[in-house]
């Protein structure tokens, strides 16, 4: 489905990038699936199913996530575009190209950079 796709393109592009070492398999894993609900505007962003096999909650997500979406949004225009090009084809569903990124501007990006700040806005 759209979403798995999207998941593992974002996931793929966050292996490319240093700055993700710091977080584990799981917790990248975990945080692309957040993303991906999210970009694709889905409405149960994180259920009790996800929580359960990831043990993880939301707030253990924000930096990561939004850390993905930061790469997710500059990836067309990225050095590396070996995943970018891999994910522009049919058999991922061309999620490279037929989904838009969410814009920094997005009030869900703006949430998730309030909740990795500390303050206590909704997700």
């Given at each position: ?15 490319q ?7 584990s ?9 957040y ?18 096999y990831t ?5 253990d ?5 939004a ?18 090009e891999?994910f522009?084809h049919?058999p ?7 989904v ?8 869900r ?6 909740a990795?700040s ?6």
């Open positions: 489905s759209m979403d798995t796709y999207l998941a593992r393109y974002i996931l793929e592009l966050s292996l990038e240093y700055r993700f070492v710091k977080y398999a799981s917790h990248l894993a975990a945080a692309a699936i993303a991906s609900r999210l970009t694709l505007r889905q409405k149960h962003l994180w259920t009790a199913t996800l929580r359960h043990r993880l909650d939301l707030s997500l924000t930096e990561c996530t850390e993905m979406l930061e790469v997710h949004r500059s990836a067309a225009a990225n050095q590396l575009q070996a995943v970018y891999k522009s049919s991922y569903m061309h999620v490279a190209t037929a838009t990124p969410m814009a920094e501007s997005d009030p990006v703006q949430a998730l950079h309030a990795r500390g303050d206590s806005g909704s997700l």
